[in-house]
């Protein structure tokens, strides 16, 4: 990228910022992925001299109750070392003592989000002068029809499909000019005027950064194309059809998130025993015994141990199928010793948990509530991680269990279509167990496979688990994401655009 292209991140939540640009380990404002995947990118862009800026909201409470957890963080000694040339804090009482990013009270996410979006459209712009913008989801969704007024390319990125939507009056309520730049907002109904509009036409936050933004991104290029061709039924026709609409005029790409640095199991610091490709296979077994013992499992080394990872959500994770065939995995592979762990909350966290009380399984059935260090622990303990998701953006424990040598039993969809092919030995080819019916038989033929895989000479399974190791370190890295980035930000600067008065030209 060319040295003097400045990049303005503008992201409602991010895990961590580098300490180069002025920020202490731990800061931390997180509701769900896109914490991660900005403070990825803002790390590699900086690693890789990027001139980058990042809008936040000062989520105060939030970083006082992190700091306060962890100790040895003050939120005084995070907040003093703030570099205020690359980190850009914008304030207001609507979030600076709210616990955490989101709330049930949607009325109260709404009021965050123009509260946000004012101090980043009067302030921070003005200030930081970018020339490229790079915007996050709705809550960020009315910037990119203020960078279309001042000319600067924006690109928006959708990493999941929530929106909300407000009137003008609201809007310019709340200290936004929207008058200013309404043309290149979405409406819920055609707008025949800005009078007309302002009261009652409701403006939709996602498509509106769909719409205006020069260009746009989803988490993954499968899941922006099942979209386009219009495959799932729970995306709003308007989001699908301004997202075809980007699709046909080449402004619209799928790039890949990548997991964070941390989650690989060479220098991760939250497991028993580092490991890498070459020994792996000792390794995990002693991963495997000591995790067996933290959470009330058999110990056995040698037994088939499957995880689930991910939040315990049916309308999208798939796990009430794992619920109507987990007694009858059990059953099955009774005599191989098999054992099943999910680390994770939700909805279903309650039936997984009876499942394993009601038919006393849980010395082979152990259901823990989400921890980031049981999390890990799990990974490098198991031999297959669960992803039966009905759809997915993107999906990040398909590829961490890959790294881990735990090998990915998927469903054949979005981010997961994209990350986990068919396992075949014989071709030395494939990472994981994919399955195409999103039923249980589905699942069933994949946990098959996996076993069958497991019964394998075990130097033919270690030949092929530190080829998948090495590989999926190799191809799903920041450094590749955060250039995909790059040369996205690179293919947009070469369109027109206003320089900002007494800014050098680019």
């Known amino acids: 990228m060319h040295d003097k292209a400045r990049i303005l991140i503008v992201t409602p939540e991010v895990t961590y ?15 769900g992925g896109l914490a ?12 890789l001299n990027c001139d980058v800026h990042v809008a936040i909201p000062d989520y105060h409470s939030i970083y006082h109750d992190y700091s306060t957890q962890r100790h040895d963080l003050q939120i005084e000694k995070i907040r003093q070392s703030l570099n205020e040339e690359r980190i850009h804090f914008a304030v207001d009482r609507a979030f600076l003592y709210k616990k955490k990013v989101y709330s049930g009270d949607s009325t109260k996410n709404l009021m965050v989000s123009l509260a ?11 200030r930081v002068k970018p020339d490229i ?30 929106t909300m939507t407000s009137t003008l009056a609201e809007i310019e309520d709340r200290g936004i000019d929207a008058a200013s730049f309404w043309q290149w907002l979405y409406f819920q109904q055609p707008p025949e005027s800005y009078e007309q509009s302002r009261i009652s036409n409701r403006v939709d936050f996602l498509c509106s950064g769909v719409f205006s933004a020069h260009y746009v991104n989803t988490v993954s290029p499968s899941f922006l194309q099942e979209i386009v061709e219009n495959r799932h039924a729970f995306v709003a026709p308007e989001l ?36 890498g490709p070459k020994n792996h296979r000792s390794m995990k077994q002693k991963n495997k015994i000591s995790f067996q013992d933290t959470v009330g499992l058999e110990q056995n080394p040698n037994v088939p141990l499957f995880f689930w990872p991910s939040r315990l959500d049916p309308v999208q994770k798939g796990c009430q199928l794992l619920s109507q065939i987990m007694y009858h995995t059990i059953s099955r592979y009774w005599e191989t ?11 279903y966290y309650k039936t997984f948990r009876d499942i394993a009380g009601f038919h006393g399984l849980r010395h082979r059935i152990a259901i823990l509530r989400f921890d980031e260090e049981i999390s890990h622990q799990a990974f490098a303990a198991s031999d297959f991680v669960f992803m039966p998701s009905s759809f997915e953006p993107c999906g990040l424990p398909q590829i961490i269990g890959a790294i881990y040598g735990s090998l990915p039993i998927a469903f054949d969809t979005g981010g997961l279509h994209d990350t986990v092919t068919l396992l075949d030995p014989a071709k030395g080819s494939g990472n994981g167990f994919v399955f195409t019916v999103h039923d249980t038989q589905g699942l069933n033929w994949a ?17 092929q688990i530190r080829r998948i190791m090495i590989d999926s370190v190799t191809e799903f890295n920041h450094s590749r994401c955060a250039q995909n980035y790059i040369n996205l930000y690179e293919k947009m600067l070469q369109r027109p655009f206003l320089v900002w008065p007494g800014k050098d030209t680019v």
């Open 240 to 275: 699908q059809a301004e997202l075809a609409h980007k699709w046909e005029a080449e402004c619209a790409t799928g790039i890949l998130n990548a997991p964070e640095p941390e989650f690989n199991p060479a220098v991760d610091n939250r497991i028993e025993f580092n490991y």
């Open 337 to 347: 010793g098999i054992q099943i762990v999910s680390v994770a909350d939700g909805p």
């Open 133 to 162: 913008i790079h915007c996050n989801d709705w809550m960020t969704g009315l910037i990119p029809a203020m960078a279309r007024q001042y000319n600067i390319p924006c690109l928006f990125s959708i990493h999941n499909i929530h």
């Open 447 to 463: 946990i098959d496979r996996a076993m069958d895989f497991f019964a394998l000479d075990p130097n033919e399974k270690e030949t």
């Open 17 to 31: 910022l580098p300490e180069e640009m002025g920020s202490c380990a731990g800061y931390s404002a997180k509701a």
């Open 116 to 126: 946000f979006q004012r101090e980043v459209i009067n302030n921070i712009i003005p």
């Open 36 to 47: 991660d995947v900005s403070a990825a990118l803002i790390s590699s862009l900086f690693d």
